[in-house]
């Protein structure tokens, strides 16, 4: 994880710099380029594939519901964004 951690933080430093609506800040639109502005949806699918690595239970949908490590990290996500309302 401290790999990753250099991109996960250039990526927030551009989704808030970037952003300017609830819309394009939180999901994938059509067209756009993540790589150069992400959104929150870019983020949560880079973490996942840094949690789980490309063949890992985190980076397969069918199964990343049931393991613990998700379900700990997506709560964290929402209380998150529930305490900025």
């Not at 789980?52 to 199964?63: E, I, K, L, R, S």
């Amino acid at each position: 994880m401290k790999a990753i951690q250099p991109v996960i933080t250039a990526m927030v430093y551009r989704l808030i710099v970037k952003r300017d609506t609830w819309a394009v800040f939180s999901n994938h639109s059509e067209g756009e380029d993540t790589a150069t502005t992400p959104n929150l949806e870019s983020i949560h699918d880079t973490m996942h594939l840094a949690v789980g690595g490309a063949h890992g239970h985190m980076n397969d949908p069918a199964v990343a519901g049931k393991i613990i490590q998700f379900k700990l990290r997506n709560q964290f996500i929402q209380l998150l964004l529930l305490s900025s309302i």
